[in-house]
């Protein structure tokens, strides 16, 4: 077995109660670690603790921060997981007409699951790293952030954001003994996924040369290697873990 150093650390999830963010609650449960399973809706006893938290309500995720450090006295790991989608064409124009438009509802509910609600986490729970020492952050980004992808403007623009994020925390944090990281996932086999037609995944697959979507156990791995002893000098990179996929090919 090879030693992660993870043993009794304090991590945070969110959106653990599904996906990709659940086989990562898991993972880290399954390597000894104590963690805090935060979502709005309730996670599975086997990821963790659980606590209801909404990523995008600032209130609710410093009250959050706090009974983590009040139940266990630290935090190493944070894993900003929690993302939404709402997608459609920025306008959609057809026979000369404008059928159809993003709306704000659509934009504002991304950004502020996707984008402000990993602000709002990392905002939070860095001071408690800095205090004890060091920590890991680990930012969920996407390869349509590196790429692009129709339909989904305010996806992207979260996931491109996110990227931004990590460059920067990671100049800022470092001194502090923080690393912070992003992993960009190709097609994975989630919820949403078992919802998409047969053509769509066919395609997804045909896009992707090692010949298969992804499973979420790839994104759950990616996430501990990152946060162990063994990725000890690895900060301010996006990690693709994708297959190898080609857009557009």
Not at 28 to 46: K, L, M, Q, T
Not at 58 to 75: M, S, T, Y
Not at 138 to 166: D, E, H, P, R
Request: proline fraction near 2%.
């Amino acid at each position: 077995m090879i030693e992660t150093g993870l043993k009794d650390k304090v991590v945070i999830v969110t959106g653990a109660a599904a996906g990709i963010g659940r086989a990562t609650a898991e993972r880290f449960v399954n390597e000894g670690c104590r963690v805090a399973a935060w979502d709005v809706n309730e996670a599975p006893a086997s990821a963790g603790t659980f606590q209801k938290v909404n990523v995008a309500d600032v209130d609710k995720v410093e009250a959050a921060v706090a009974e983590v450090v009040e139940r266990w006295g630290r935090i190493d790991v944070l894993v900003n997981n929690a993302g939404i989608l709402r997608d459609a064409q920025l306008v959609k124009f057809k026979n000369g007409e404008v059928q159809s438009r993003m709306t704000d509802e659509a934009w504002d509910a991304v950004i502020g699951v996707n984008l402000k609600g990993v602000f709002n986490c990392t905002r939070a729970v860095a001071p408690q790293m800095i205090a004890g020492g060091g920590g890991v952050i680990l930012n969920a980004s996407s390869v349509a952030g590196l790429n692009g992808n129709f339909g989904q403007t305010n996806y992207v623009a979260t996931k491109a954001g996110v990227i931004g994020m990590t460059k920067t925390w990671s100049r800022e944090l470092g001194r502090f003994g923080i690393r912070v990281n992003a992993v960009a996932p190709g097609f994975v086999k989630t919820e949403i996924i078992d919802e998409m037609p047969e053509k769509i995944i066919d395609a997804m697959v045909a896009h992707t040369p090692m010949g298969r979507i992804g499973e979420v156990a790839d994104i759950a791995e990616a996430y501990l290697w990152l946060a162990s002893d063994k990725a000890s000098w690895v900060s301010g990179t996006t990690i693709s873990v994708d297959g190898g996929l080609v857009i557009g090919t």
